[in-house]
T-cell receptor, first 120, second 113 residues
Framework: GAVVSQHPSRVICKSGTSVKIECRSL??????MFWYRQFPKQSLMLMAT?????????EQGVEKDKFLINHASLTLSTLTVTSAHPEDSSFYIC????????????????FGPGTRLTVL | AQKVTQAQTEISVVEKEDVTLDCVYE???????LFWYKQPPSGELVFLIR??????QNEISGRYSWNFQKSTSSFNFTITASQVVDSAVYFC??????????FGAGTTVTVRA
């Protein structure tokens, strides 16, 4: 269980175009999804927190008009990079949060396989 | 604010050697949760373990073991008898009640045959 998919896995686009990335939790409902960005050989940087049915919460320094997030259902969140430029080229990773009980009762984030965006 | 430090940038070992990854965290909260994730070359982060601040029991899962020491704010991870498939970047992370993860910089483990 706890499988998260991301589509597409890789995309190359021209500067000025918009790109949509989908994140789906396949076998569980996720109340919260997260979007991260990762540069080569660096750690993950949280971009925004997405809750179903409400507006996303963006981290400081992340342009909400540039990175549009829609969380349409408990299993789907989308990230649209609008008017993409070469500096937006990066590895984008989503995660879906599932509450788990047991020994440690908390939410655990399960990650998608990532989307490598290259803007020419 | 919380912070996670993984001081080891890269570790290279020969197959069957043990390798220990250090993780030191900082937080003023008494309730927090610690995680380890593995990121193989394919890029997908794989969840390995979570631990809450009130549970200091160490844990073993196959060749993996974790040592949680609140006294030193550390949550170290050991791979016993390493294998080539263990080659990956390993991230330690911490979250408070807001569930946002704070990641360490990651440690790249290379296991040579």
């Amino acid at each position: 269980g706890a499988v998260v998919s991301q589509h597409p896995s890789r995309v190359i686009c021209k500067s000025g175009t918009s790109v949509k990335i989908e994140c789906r939790s396949l076998d569980f409902q996720a109340t919260t999804m997260f979007w991260y960005r990762q540069f080569p050989k660096q750690s993950l940087m949280l971009m925004a927190t997405s809750n179903e049915g409400s507006k996303a919460t963006y981290e400081q320094g992340v342009e909400k008009d540039k990175f549009l997030i829609n969380h349409a259902s408990l299993t789907l969140s989308t990230l649209t990079v609008t008017s993409a430029h070469p500096e937006d080229s990066s590895f984008y990773i989503c995660s879906a949060s599932r509450h788990e009980g047991g020994r440690t009762s908390t939410d655990t984030q399960y990650f998608g396989p990532g989307t490598r965006l290259t803007v020419l | 604010a919380q912070k996670v430090t993984q001081a080891q940038t890269e570790i290279s070992v020969v197959e069957k050697e043990d390798v220990t990854l250090d993780c030191v965290y900082e937080t003023r909260d008494t309730t927090y949760y610690l995680f380890w994730y593995k990121q193989p070359p394919s890029g997908e982060l794989v969840f390995l373990i979570r631990r809450n601040s009130f549970d200091e029991q160490n844990e073993i899962s196959g060749r993996y073991s974790w040592n949680f020491q609140k006294s030193t704010s550390s949550f170290n991870f050991t791979i016993t008898a390493s294998q080539v498939v263990d080659s990956a970047v390993y991230f330690c992370a911490l979250t408070l009640n807001d569930y946002k993860l704070s990641f360490g910089a990651g440690t790249t483990v290379t296991v040579r045959a």
